[in-house]
């Protein structure tokens, strides 16, 4: 189920939703943390793809495994996709905590709470944003690299 699809890795599919999806629902989430207005109105797309990011997320890491026992790789590769999977393993932990967040924040504005505890909740959902997203971006950088690095005719992974 997580190897293949049509002949194609999951991962190579799947991971392009963690990698929009992730991003997309910081930003989201960082502005209806900064803007409470928009929290009625855009709050419920916010949580969708924020959800659909989650979701995607232990699917992409378990795919990311079954493709690495495909592979095969080693040396310079195998020490790459070693970075890459580390890296990876840790997106769900700052992503799952921007998504409890969220809901947090717009279940408070549909309760008509305001105060203190709000802009608490507001500020870590800013923080978690940014780190989800960081780590994403880290993840990704590290899998492209592994990917791209040692292209035909390229010295860069001979060892």
Same mark, same amino acid.
């Given at each position: /189920?997580?190897d293949t699809?049509?002949?194609l $890795? &999951?991962?190579?599919?799947?991971?392009h939703? &963690?990698?929009?999806l992730? $991003? *997309?629902?910081? =930003?989201?989430?960082?502005?209806?943390?900064?803007?409470?207005?928009?929290?009625?109105?855009?709050g419920?797309l &916010?949580?969708?793809?924020?959800?659909?990011?989650?979701?995607?997320? $232990?699917?992409?890491?378990r795919?990311g495994?079954e493709?690495?026992?495909? !592979?095969?790789?080693?040396?310079v590769?195998?020490?790459?996709?070693?970075?890459h999977?580390?890296?990876?393993?840790?997106?769900?932990? $700052?992503t799952?905590? /921007?998504? &409890? *967040?969220?809901?947090?924040?717009? !279940?408070?504005?549909?309760q008509?709470?305001?105060?203190?505890?709000?802009t608490?909740?507001?500020? *870590? =959902?800013?923080?978690?944003?940014?780190a989800?997203?960081?780590?994403?971006?880290?993840?990704?950088? !590290?899998g492209?690299? =592994?990917?791209?690095s040692c292209?035909?005719?390229s010295?860069?992974?001979?060892?």
């Open positions: /189920m997580f699809f049509f002949g $890795p &999951v991962h190579a599919l799947v991971m939703v &963690v990698v929009v992730v $991003p *997309l629902a910081a =930003a989201g989430v960082v502005a209806i943390a900064v803007v409470p207005r928009w929290r009625a109105r855009f419920v &916010v949580l969708v793809i924020a959800t659909a990011g989650l979701a995607a997320v $232990p699917v992409a890491t795919s495994g493709l690495e026992d495909r !592979l095969g790789a080693s040396g590769v195998a020490r790459q996709i070693n970075d999977q580390e890296m990876g393993e840790r997106v769900i932990w $700052p799952l905590a /921007m998504w &409890v *967040l969220a809901v947090v924040l717009v !279940l408070m504005d549909r008509r709470r305001r105060g203190t505890s709000v608490v909740v507001a500020v *870590l =959902a800013v923080l978690a944003a940014g989800a997203a960081a780590q994403v971006t880290v993840a990704g950088h !590290l492209s690299t =592994a990917v791209w292209t035909i005719g010295d860069a992974c001979k060892e």
